[in-house]
């Protein structure tokens, strides 16, 4: 995804400031990158280190589970768990976490 550029930086009426417009092909998504999600760990790899996040407020927008790259896992985390992060848009609007953490 590409960030809009060009014209005026503030977000439409109503809105916050740290919104950000990402172009990913044709359309165009609204991505909070301070937002805080809550998920559940669907699968981890152990082999690679990496797993998915199920989410539902993601999947509405992006029908894609969130991709939990391997630096990102909480230690001693099993699929089940109850898990709070951030994310992005990677290329063809894939959300990708970019923070993680344990929801006690």
């Given amino acids: 995804p590409e960030e809009a550029t060009g014209g005026a930086t503030a977000a439409p009426s109503g809105l916050p400031s740290t919104l950000r417009l990402l172009h990913c092909g044709r359309l165009r998504r609204l991505v909070w990158p301070t937002r805080e999600y809550h998920g559940t760990l669907r699968m981890l790899c152990e082999a690679t280190g990496y797993g998915f996040i199920a989410c539902p407020d993601v999947w509405r927008v ?18 089940g768990d109850c898990l709070a992060f951030t994310m992005e848009l990677k290329s063809g609007g894939r959300p990708s976490a970019t923070r993680v953490w344990i929801r006690m």
Avoid: E, I, N, T
């Fill in 62 to 79: 992006h029908r894609r589970d969130v991709f939990l790259p391997q630096g990102l896992v909480p230690s001693g985390v099993r699929p």
